[in-house]
């Protein structure tokens, strides 16, 4: 029993290295749209800027709009900045659009301040809150016409210490009149959204487009292969309903699709960071289309985005939308089920608490490299008597593993299926009985303590804490060790701890189970370092751990130990009973 539970382990951290390493949050078939759930259904062609481009393409451009005389407007093109204490948004007036959304406190690649707006978005495509309605023309003046900006002094508003909004507005002489204002909060990645479009005295319901996203450097991680497998996922379609988040990768978005129904948020997301309007108004209609943009640069590469947009019951009014990284304070403070947006998986619960603990940690220690080790000890302190348990019983079970083959070699000459095999297995029982060991104890305490290893491994992964943070010669603790060195010492780690780990499997099989450190080293060569460094200590201290234990509880038994036992069932029960009633008799006379 023991054997197989050991080999259950292993192939358990074997199946989730392979799940976090090659696969992405599963694309999940969305069941509030028109269609039948699990159909896609194409989104309409484009109209000004719309979802037009099919996956991996960019669209011809448009022609453009029919110049429409301005009765309210601007004279010429310029940009609007409005400045938090968290982003530093850029607008444009023509079409009242975001054309940045810089983050203050997170770097690209490059070391630059991370804008979330894709830096080369094609005409095509349209920038965030670009508005679209059914006539295409119409659509095409309200995005690429000037509007009167109001509410700003010159081109800078500062929002770093109390709320400022911005409101552009549009009138052309065929009676299209178009409102927007956006209002920000000097501590908050939310942007709070009003549009109104009128067409005479009739009011008109626009598709607010959300733009391509997200403009985060994984948009040009391409997936990786068995030997350098993809950590982090790219972006996708991601929203909360009945009770549920769906996720739907941009791979799996075909030509575009529409889910239709009662959203408690709603966007696009990628491994860090998401784009998502908050508690919109039911029922609403979303549009997801994967879309591929090629980029500047020495070589130039092809970013992996997923453009979306957003149809309300009514004109958007006081709408939140959230901009920003997925990070488990600022979303709580949201909306506790926004941090569900973060993709711990099936061990949020454990997950959840361990990135708190890891943050407590941070805010004494100081770095997060020393913070994942300090953490590390501490998790592996508390299972510290589990594991002892674990490998003193082990102990005990590889003493008996002479007598157990004797047993079992009594009766190797009997089929599987022979009545005569279950004596063997009520000898083998005996024998545990008779020697007070359990079988089941030496894996039980293992077992109680792999959810908290495994939520270790999946908030590592989710952290954006770590995301950007050096460590020693490692650039980016969410990153791969650029000199490989922690994943060669986690396998060398992991090798001579299952060498000195007492094992009850015969020679054969601990030659095959030898591979597996160097199966899961292959895997996590290209792993983010912060998880790397969580698996090799955890091996140190299991290591250390083991030759502390085996000096308390002295070498295994001698090899006289080894002589075979050749008693039967009935001579160990004949035995047992013979002592017994040596010692009442002893009593008696002693009486």
Not at 182 to 195: G, Q
């Amino acid at each position: 029993m023991e054997r197989r539970v050991l080999l259950a382990i292993f192939l358990s951290f074997a199946v989730l290295f392979a799940y976090q390493s090659l696969v992405v949050p599963p694309p999940v078939p969305g069941n509030v749209s028109a269609p039948p759930p699990g159909v896609t259904q194409p989104i309409a062609p484009a109209q000004s800027g719309g979802l037009s481009p099919g996956p991996g393409t960019v669209a011809a451009p448009v022609a453009p709009p029919q110049a429409v005389p301005l009765v309210v407007g601007d004279s010429e093109e310029r940009e609007i900045v409005i400045e938090t204490q968290k982003a530093r948004a850029v607008f444009t007036n023509r079409g009242a659009r975001l054309r940045h959304w810089i983050l203050k406190e997170y770097k690209d690649d490059a070391g630059n301040p991370l804008d979330l707006v894709p830096a080369v978005v094609p005409p095509t495509l349209a920038l965030p809150f670009s508005l679209r309605i059914d006539d295409q023309a119409a659509s095409a003046r309200l995005n690429d016409s000037l509007y009167k900006v109001s509410g700003v002094s010159g081109t800078h508003t500062d929002a770093t210490a109390q709320s400022a909004s911005v409101t552009f507005e549009l009138e052309t002489a065929d009676g299209l009149k178009a409102r927007k204002v956006f209002t920000f909060e000097p501590k908050s990645f939310i942007v709070n959204f009003s549009a109104d479009v009128m067409r005479g005295t009739e009011t008109l319901n626009p598709i607010v487009e959300g733009g391509p996203g997200l403009g985060d450097d994984i948009a040009r991680t391409q997936p990786g292969s068995f030997l350098s497998p993809n950590y982090m996922y790219l972006a996708q379609a991601i929203y909360h309903t009945h009770g549920d988040v769906e996720r739907e990768a941009g791979t799996g978005l075909g030509a575009g699709v529409v889910r239709e129904g009662t959203f408690r948020w709603a966007g696009v997301d990628d491994h860090y960071f998401i784009h998502a309007v908050l508690q919109p108004p039911a029922p609403t209609r979303l549009e997801f289309l994967p879309v591929a943009i090629p980029t500047m640069g020495t070589p130039p590469q092809v970013g992996q985005y997923v453009a979306w947009g957003v149809r309300y019951p009514a004109s958007p009014q006081n709408v939140r939308y959230y901009l920003g990284p997925k990070k488990l304070d600022e979303m709580r403070d949201i909306d506790p089920e926004f941090t569900r947006a973060i993709y711990f998986g099936m061990f949020a619960l454990l997950a959840a608490p361990l990135l708190e603990g890891l943050r407590w940690v941070y805010s004494w220690v100081g770095d997060w490299g020393w913070s994942i080790i300090v953490l590390t000890i501490m998790i592996n302190l508390v299972m510290a008597p589990l594991r002892h348990k674990s490998v003193v019983s082990m102990r005990k079970m590889q003493g008996l593993q002479p007598q157990m083959k004797a047993i079992q070699d009594r009766y190797a000459k009997y089929k599987v299926t022979d009545p005569e095999r279950q004596k063997m297995n009520s000898e083998v029982m005996e024998l545990y009985r008779s020697k007070g060991v359990n079988p089941a104890s030496g894996c039980v305490p293992m077992l109680l303590t792999l959810p908290f290893l495994f939520a270790f491994y999946a908030m590592l992964g989710q952290a954006i804490e770590i995301r950007g943070e050096p460590f020693f010669w490692i650039r980016d603790l969410a990153r791969l060790d650029p000199l490989y060195i922690t994943p060669a010492l986690m396998g060398l780690t992991m090798f001579w701890q299952q060498k000195i780990t007492p094992t009850t499997a015969d020679p054969t099989q601990q030659k095959i189970m030898m591979f597996m450190p160097i199966m899961i080293t292959a895997t996590m060569l290209f792993a983010p370092s912060g998880l790397v460094i969580y698996w090799l200590i955890s091996n140190v201290w299991a290591i250390g751990q083991q030759y502390f234990t085996n000096a308390m509880i002295g070498p295994p038994d001698a090899p006289g130990s080894k002589a075979k036992d050749s008693r039967s069932l009935k001579d160990i029960v004949v035995e047992k009973s013979n002592t017994k009633n040596t010692k009442s008799a002893k009593k008696n006379l002693g009486a």
